[in-house]
T-cell receptor, first 116, second 114 residues
Framework: AQTVTQSQPEMSVQEAETVTLSCTYDTSESDYYLFWYKQPPSRQMILVIR??????QNATENRFSVNFQKAAKSFSLKISDSQLGDAAMYFCAYTEMGGSQGNLIFGKGTKLSVKP | EAGVAQSPRYKIIEKRQSVAFWCNPI?????LYWYQQILGQGPKLLIQ????????DSQLPKDRFSAERLKGVDSTLKIQPAKLEDSAVYLCASSLERRFNEQFFGPGTRLTVL
């Protein structure tokens, strides 16, 4: 069964600095999607960035970028120029491209604090 | 564009009581998901609908949980009878279709079972 592991329960970053959140996953599939979701306190979960496994190029979305290492099954999120609004729970998630598509498998999350 | 709506936002019940949650997905979204998020964990999929048909309910505890999506739009998730371990946030999400599109999440219903 596929699993997603986030080894950092909590992280802290100074405003305007850069922080990297780690994620590893386990799968025997070759085609899949990986995601980072943000869940602010008492607010709904939103998609931050996604990566298709067949793409070698790392995805970027403004201040957010990923380091996707398919062989190592690693998918880290880098947040540059951190802002106070980035404080939230961040979840790494996986889904297959095949039959179970849509079933997002989440890690336990990393709580990110941003210090002014 | 209106987002995914859920109600109620909070619910407190005694164990062995029943409870129901409602979800209204984004207009036009064919696929609807219910997730259970226990405190300190990531969401876990309970059931997935494509229009009004179930495509995955493998992790739904069917002895106490049930869900339906009438007319392929709104959905309800019911727990009967509730147990202490059902205390969690129940998230509803929708996407344009099952073949991957971004899942949009609702605000969730926080259930406390005493």
């Amino acid at each position: 069964a596929q699993t997603v592991t986030q080894s950092q329960p909590e992280m802290s970053v100074q405003e305007a600095e850069t922080v990297t959140l780690s994620c590893t996953y386990d799968t025997s599939e070759s085609d899949y999607y990986l995601f980072w979701y943000k869940q602010p306190p008492s607010r709904q979960m939103i998609l931050v960035i996604r990566q298709e496994a067949y793409k070698q190029q790392n995805a970027t979305e403004n201040r957010f970028s990923v380091n996707f290492q398919k062989a190592a099954k690693s998918f880290s999120l880098k947040i540059s120029d951190s802002q106070l609004g980035d404080a939230a729970m961040y979840f790494c998630a996986y889904t297959e491209m095949g039959g179970s598509q849509g079933n997002l498998i989440f890690g336990k999350g990393t709580k990110l604090s941003v210090k002014p | 564009e209106a987002g995914v709506a859920q109600s109620p936002r909070y619910k407190i019940i005694e164990k062995r009581q029943s409870v129901a949650f409602w979800c209204n997905p984004i207009s036009g979204h064919a696929t609807l998901y219910w997730y259970q998020q226990i405190l300190g964990q990531g969401p876990k999929l309970l059931i997935q609908f494509q229009n009004n048909g179930v495509v995955d309910d493998s992790q739904l505890p069917k002895d106490r949980f049930s869900a339906e999506r009438l007319k392929g739009v709104d959905s309800t998730l019911k727990i009967q009878p509730a147990k202490l371990e059902d205390s969690a946030v129940y998230l509803c999400a929708s996407s344009l279709e099952r073949r991957f599109n971004e899942q949009f999440f609702g605000p969730g219903t926080r259930l406390t079972v005493l």
